[in-house]
């Protein structure tokens, strides 16, 4: 029953192979490439994800004699190999300066309707209140337009209304509650 | 970049090939095994999804002279075929009773947290208010227990505050905004 198919996963693995995968927003401060993550991100990644007052207590970036997680490695070797999700980075000057998560979800529900879910957003503290966060967004939804998915969702804390203000700005509407149950003994 | 390693993904597909898939909870109506979703259970599935005040506007489920919409079908071999995505029934005698997806979503946030989301959750009229929604959840949760996850999430429509209330009293917490944008037509 779980044996997989030889058939081609449409959706994300299309968009990383097709001719055109990255995606260059020209600002004031020069140009943004948009991308998919590649290994040798992941500490900058990770570093984006700690810098925010929610995720400081969430993560553990590289520090000055400290290697990164293995856990971190790990999770990104499975987010590469799996056609349905994909980490973007916007990179600037070759610093990454932004990241999110892009995950294709099938499923019966609204007429077999795919739909896209957008993770882990971040912007830099450098770059932010310039529009970067508003182009990121705007690119994962054309990617999950182009992927053929009806909706897109994402949760956000309550803890950041700014950030709701932001995405309603976008078109989304906060129809949802957003529920969450930690598995974990530490906190989340 | 997006080559697909030999690698086995953790998760899911295990949880399938397990030794023991299936499960039973003994109620006083009788034995409802949990179980992974199988081609023949799609039109009850559909069914249940469109049994519901804001599903009956989303959903085309078999009619009286009528096949189900392909949409349907492929979106089930999609699901099937995915290792991270699950489609669940619970079966009562042999009759599709209540439905649920799974979906375990790999990332960096959270330490390179898996995560695992609960998707199109519904019971049917008959079994309602009978404690088996709970039981679905509960097991869900121990699926996700079981697949390493470190979180379970889910979104719940604000117009049904009953079900917000019902996850909350499985220990969930409304922390998050859950926003949607539709990118079809037809109203979502």
Same mark, same amino acid.
């Given at each position: 029953?779980?044996?997989?198919?030889?058939?081609?996963?449409?959706?994300?693995?299309?968009?990383?192979?097709?001719?055109?995968?990255?995606?260059?927003?020209?600002?004031?401060?020069?140009?943004?490439?948009?991308?998919?993550?590649?290994?040798?991100?992941?500490?900058?990644?990770?570093?984006?994800?700690?810098?925010?007052?929610?995720?400081?207590?969430?993560?553990?970036?590289?520090?000055?004699?400290?290697?990164?997680?293995?856990?971190?490695?790990?999770?990104?070797?499975?987010?590469?190999?799996?056609?349905?999700?994909?980490?973007?980075?916007? /990179? +600037? @000057?070759?610093?990454? =300066?932004?990241?999110?998560?892009?995950?294709?979800? *099938? %499923?019966?529900? &609204?007429?077999?309707?795919?739909?896209?879910?957008?993770?882990?957003?971040?912007?830099?503290?450098?770059?932010?209140?310039?529009?970067?966060?508003?182009?990121?967004?705007?690119?994962?939804?054309?990617?999950?337009? /182009? +992927? @053929?998915?009806?909706? =897109?969702?994402?949760?956000?804390?309550?803890?950041? *209304? %700014?950030?709701? &203000?932001?995405?309603?700005?976008?078109?989304?509407?906060?129809?949802?509650?957003?529920?969450?149950?930690?598995?974990?003994?530490?906190?989340?």
């Amino acid at each position: 029953m779980s044996e997989r198919r030889g058939a081609a996963v449409p959706g994300l693995s299309g968009a990383r192979e097709g001719a055109a995968p990255e995606s260059a927003l020209e600002r004031a401060g020069g140009t943004v490439i948009f991308r998919d993550a590649v290994r040798g991100d992941v500490p900058a990644i990770v570093a984006l994800l700690a810098d925010d007052a929610l995720g400081a207590g969430r993560e553990a970036p590289v520090g000055a004699e400290g290697d990164l997680d293995d856990a971190y490695w790990s999770a990104f070797d499975q987010v590469q190999a799996d056609p349905r999700n994909r980490v973007i980075v916007a /990179a +600037a @000057g070759g610093r990454v =300066v932004g990241t999110l998560q892009l995950t294709l979800i *099938p %499923g019966l529900s &609204r007429h077999g309707m795919l739909r896209a879910q957008v993770e882990g957003v971040r912007v830099a503290a450098s770059h932010r209140a310039q529009g970067l966060g508003h182009a990121m967004i705007e690119w994962a939804i054309a990617q999950a337009r /182009a +992927a @053929g998915c009806g909706l =897109v969702q994402l949760t956000s804390d309550k803890q950041r *209304p %700014g950030a709701i &203000r932001f995405y309603e700005s976008l078109g989304f509407a906060a129809t949802h509650e957003g529920l969450k149950l930690s598995l974990e003994r530490r906190p989340s």
